[in-house]
């Protein structure tokens, strides 16, 4: 009877065991996400979710994710933070500038729960900041635009202007001027990151102005689209559109954040995340080319050579000296370029670009 | 037609304390049923929804502060409603509040102001919203016209013109050139009422808002006045009150309640003035207004509940992945609930047996 | 393809949504209803339209389940303000909201896919006239459509007689009723009508004008539609004037940017939206303080007493 006992203790034993084991591996880290806008603009807050999505799969029965669309920058913002912190949430993104004070305010109440703002930059000991190098995308755009266009004139449709927005053009402007140092832009600001029919409108009025290259810093394919339906060239944004612009897309400057947010979640899995700041471009895979299509094989060396170079440092898209469109040389506080400052609140437009930052 | 509304001989009494309780029920049977389409279960989506945000006292506090502006627009609202007096504007009367009220903010920021600052700001915002909203009234009175679509354009204006100040002239200088006013002084803030949570003295303002308009419908002539209006329009002119500065009066009241909740708003819970302050405030505050039945308790009551089902839909979207869109289907289906059961206060529906006709009526 | 032509034909796209809701709209309150549910109607029209479109490949069947969509969204909003004698302003808002939050649990699953837009006409020989052949000859069904619906309710409302019965409920209920006319019926019918030219308005969006359903898409086109009835007082040809005139300066206010004007964008965005102002105050003024010309009973609930 006694050894009959012992088997029978060591089973339930042994079988406590694995169900705590098996119940403490399910322990999974629950992982929040904040949109501003729908996950279908198939531009900005989609790729997000294509980079959760893929961190998702990395790092599969070790996270649980949650995500929050269409939450607006206002008040409301601060609560759903909030409640991602609030039920079991131990890492949280916010992906949109406009969430940076909500974020700091809840990080604020929850100190161990920790925060990723996107594009933003105050930081917090649980807060961290990061970015993408969109800028180094638009370089070698400006560059292809400078080479395809036949009219010399590139169309820029934008959102707002944000520091994020103006640098993007100028870094546009200065890849163009790099292949011809006429080139000029035409520049339609519709104040919304996303209202198709608004960006469609743009993309005409642009084209009937005789503009034969796109470029857009909006989030949906619209403009991509108009581009495929006239006949012309268009660069996508945030997200490769190829399916909208099938004979119209050269290329995109498409954010990709799954392996950022992979190592994130892997540093609280590890316990070692830590605040600081985080910049990526081409080199970190953050910003990542779509395919060069629709263009001459020249065009496309060229284009690839530049990516290289950029990539490796070679190339910086900033390099000093800068003349502003008044004339005036800009300071050049990073040494050979301009340093990440500068960058990150640049308000002035470069030489070559006629038209005034409205609300100057 | 085999049914017919008619007009009953007198209110029913039952009804008018059943009809809400009547609209919940049916509402929240109709979302049950949507729950399962969704492929959730009804019962804890129910849950979810409307019983979880009052059991903790942080979501109560959510509650408080989503209600309080739109409980404040909403007393505005109702005073224009009962005369007949359609402001759709609310909405562009908060953001011209909120603008007018940081202003002072932005003038005084970084001085060392006192404490004057806040009530300052807080009477421009009223201000702002009261002249904001008599630019239809006016078009109105003078002209004829249709005040529900000019306030409703001025909205847009509004909004274009708050764009146009944040992105511009007062853009906060150290904030990186993004569109935001510099953070509001400590003066120029509207104080929390309890530690670590958002419940501020907007609140408090919102109840006195509340009383005053109880006070002002129930027991003053301009009280009388728009109830008379509203209810009888030519009895009312018969009486010689004056229906131009009812509507000049009713709109600036509203505006001024409109901006005064912007600017609280702003000086509350957000801090700054930024291009997006309102999820809409002034439109789900016309929704409130109905749903309250014009009645300021009844808007009180209705300003919580409705804030309770912000609050609750956005716990469904973490607990049970059920889309924010099903918060509007909800709020939009509770809406015409409420207002087809107080419809059958004043009107019964009866079934008409259709006369057969006499065989012989056609030869 | 000259400046000209281009912009009128940019032009006549953004014009085609507002003038098919408008239109729809004007014979709602012609009848005496004030449906305020134009942009909840519209957006249910784009979603069920893509989402018909996406399934069935084709763009016809596509529209009429967005014609049937608004149809389905005015009835309800019939059955409560007339069956139920309901407050009508109160149940625009009400459908508004009801149809914003419907067509994005509808739509949701169709954000991303691709469909094939409706054709544009091409008649060899005439498309290809200088300055006019596109803009006569080159549109797509939902233009034309729009162009002969306009002059279909025009001779309805004036060369018809049930037209006049129609405007006859609208100014006076109380009399056409004792005259025997069914106001109940006549005004359902009208609602409906409109409901079913929001739908199609809606489904003109994502159909033709930008091939890809995002929520929210109208973006406030339904409000603007109502603006332009009462600027159009509520007749058919000044509707289509409206509708162009809108149009046209939304589309110029972006090519003025463009020029590089320099003029702040928020004031041009918020052009067409003073403009409506200002027209309302300049129309209302000739008629007089007292009233405008919109339909005397417009709006007032009626409920028949037997």
New interface residues.
């Given amino acids: 009877m006694k050894k009959w006992n012992i088997i029978a203790m060591a089973a339930v034993l042994a079988i406590a065991m694995a169900t705590f084991g098996a119940s403490y591996a399910a322990e999974k880290l629950k992982i929040g996400f904040i949109y501003t806008g729908p996950i279908g603009d198939l531009g900005w807050s989609y790729q997000h979710d294509v980079g959760r999505k893929a961190m998702e799969k990395a790092l599969a029965g070790k996270v649980e994710t949650t995500y929050l669309e269409n939450v607006p920058e206002g008040p409301d913002a601060e609560r759903s933070i909030e409640q991602l912190a609030r039920t079991g949430h131990k890492l949280i993104f916010t992906t949109s500038f406009g969430f940076m004070d909500p974020t700091l305010k809840v990080a604020n109440k929850y100190p161990n729960v920790f925060f990723e703002h996107a594009t933003g930059f105050k930081r917090a000991k649980n807060v961290a900041t990061y970015a993408a190098r969109f800028y180094e995308g638009r370089y070698i755009q400006g560059q292809i635009a400078a080479k395809i266009s036949k009219t010399g004139v590139i169309g820029y449709i934008v959102s707002f202007p944000i520091p994020e927005v103006i640098s993007n053009i100028n870094a546009t402007m200065l890849g163009a001027q790099s292949v011809n140092p006429n080139m000029k832009v035409k520049i339609i600001w519709v104040n919304s990151w996303f209202d198709p029919g608004k960006e469609a409108d743009a993309a005409k009025a642009l084209i009937d102005q005789g503009v034969d290259v796109l470029t857009q810093h909006t989030d949906s394919p619209a403009a991509m689209q108009i581009a495929e339906q006239r006949g012309i060239h268009a660069f996508g944004q945030s997200s490769n559109m190829i399916k909208f612009g099938p004979q119209a897309q050269l290329t995109a400057d498409t954010d990709y954040w799954g392996d950022y947010y992979t190592k994130r979640a892997q540093a609280v899995l590890d316990g070692k995340w830590a605040s600081g700041d985080t910049w990526g471009g081409l080199d970190s895979g953050m910003v990542v080319m779509a395919p060069y299509t629709n263009m001459p094989d020249d065009v496309k060396k060229m284009a690839m050579d530049t990516q290289a170079a950029i990539t490796s440092g070679a190339l910086k898209p900033f390099k000093c000296p800068i003349t502003d469109q008044d004339g005036k040389t800009v300071e050049c506080k990073g040494g050979d370029q301009l340093d990440p400052g500068q960058i990150l609140s640049m308000n002035f437009y470069v030489k070559g670009v006629d038209d005034k930052i409205p609300g100057k | 037609m085999p049914l017919v509304l008619e007009r009953r001989s007198e209110r029913s009494a039952t009804i008018a304390i059943a009809s809400p309780l009547i609209a919940i029920a049916l509402t929240l049977a109709t979302m049950a049923v949507l729950f399962a389409i969704l492929g959730k279960n009804p019962v804890e989506a129910l849950d979810v929804y409307f019983l979880e945000p009052l059991t903790d006292p942080y979501s109560l506090g959510e509650i408080a502060v989503k209600a309080t502006p739109l409980v404040m627009i909403a007393i505005g609202l109702s005073l224009c409603y009962i005369a007949n007096i359609w402001n759709i504007g609310a909405e562009g009367q908060f953001l011209v509040g909120a603008v007018a009220g940081s202003w002072l903010a932005v003038r005084t920021n970084g001085t060392d102001a006192g404490p004057w600052v806040l009530p300052a700001m807080l009477l421009l915002g009223a201000l702002g919203g009261a002249l904001y909203a008599l630019i239809p009234a006016i078009c109105k009175v003078r002209f004829g016209a249709s005040e529900i679509l000019t306030s409703l354009m001025l909205v847009y204006v509004a909004n274009f013109g708050l764009d146009y100040l944040v992105r511009g002239p007062w853009r906060d200088p150290h904030g990186m050139n993004f569109p935001t006013t510099a953070e509001f002084d400590p003066v120029a803030t509207v104080p929390t009422l309890i530690e670590g949570g958002r419940l501020h003295a907007g609140a408090i303002v919102t109840l006195l808002v509340v009383m005053a308009a109880t006070v002002l419908l129930g027991r003053t002539i301009m009280g009388f006045e728009i109830r008379l209006v509203g209810a009888a329009p030519k009895a009312a002119r018969f009486s010689g009150f004056n229906a131009d500065k009812l509507t000049l009066f009713t709109f600036a009241v509203s505006g001024a309640l409109a901006g005064l909740a912007g600017i609280i708003e702003v000086a509350g819970p957000v801090g700054h003035l930024q291009p997006d302050i309102s999820p809409g405030y002034g439109f789900t505050a016309i929704i409130v207004a109905f749903l309250g039945r014009l009645n300021p308790v009844g808007i009180l009551i209705a300003g919580l509940f409705l804030a309770l089902t912000f609050i609750g839909g956005e716990n469904a979207e973490i607990a049970i992945k059920v889309p924010l869109d099903l918060t509007k289907v909800f709020q939009g289906i509770l809406l015409f609930y409420v207002l087809a059961c107080d419809s059958m206060i004043i009107y019964r529906i009866r079934f008409i047996r259709t006369p057969r006709k006499p065989a012989h009526a056609n030869v | 393809?000259q400046?000209f032509e281009?912009?009128m034909?940019?032009v006549i796209a953004?014009s085609t949504p507002l003038l098919l809701a408008a239109a729809g709209e004007l014979v709602t309150e012609r009848s005496g209803v004030l449906n305020?549910g134009l942009e909840?109607m519209m957006i249910m029209g784009a979603a069920c339209a893509f989402a018909g479109t996406d399934l069935s490949g084709s763009v016809v069947v596509g529209a009429l389940c967005g014609v049937f969509a608004g149809v389905a969204m005015s009835a309800?909003f019939a059955i409560?303000t007339l069956?139920?004698?309901?407050?009508q302003?109160?149940?625009g808002?009400?459908?508004?909201?009801?149809?914003?939050?419907?067509?994005?649990?509808i739509g949701?699953g169709f954000?991303?896919q691709?469909i094939t837009p409706a054709p544009q006409l091409h008649l060899p020989g005439l498309t290809d006239l200088p300055l006019v052949g596109h803009i006569l000859f080159g549109q797509d069904a939902f233009v034309y459509l729009s162009v002969a619906l306009v002059i279909g309710i025009w001779l309805f409302l004036y060369r018809s007689r049930t037209g006049l019965v129609l405007r006859a409920v609208g100014d006076n209920h109380t009399s056409a009723h004792a005259l025997g006319y069914p106001v109940l019926k006549i005004r359902a019918l009208a609602v409906l009508f409109g409901g079913g030219c929001a739908g199609l308005a809606g489904a003109f969006?994502p159909l033709a004008?930008?091939?890809?359903f995002?929520?929210g898409?109208t973006?406030?086109r339904g409000?603007i539609a109502?603006?332009l009835v009462?600027f159009a007082s509520w007749r058919p040809g000044r509707l289509v004037a409206g509708a162009y005139l809108f149009g046209a300066v939304?589309?110029l206010q972006?090519?003025a940017?463009?020029?590089?004007l320099?003029i702040?964008?928020?004031?041009m965005?918020?052009l067409p939206?003073?403009a409506?102002?200002i027209v309302?105050?300049l129309?209302?003024?000739t008629?007089?303080?007292?009233?405008?010309a919109?339909p005397a009973s417009l709006g007032v609930v009626f409920?028949p007493?037997?």
């Fill in positions: 393809m400046m281009a912009i034909l940019s953004a305020l909840g309800i409560f069956g139920l004698a309901v407050n302003v109160a149940s808002l009400a459908l508004t909201i009801l149809g914003t939050g419907l067509s994005g649990l949701a954000v991303g691709r969006l004008y930008t091939p890809f995002i929520p898409m973006a406030g409000w109502l603006a009462v939304s589309i972006l090519h940017q463009a020029l590089g320099g702040p964008s928020q004031l965005s918020s939206y003073l409506t102002v309302l105050v129309i209302s003024r008629r007089g303080i007292s009233g405008s919109a409920v007493d037997r």
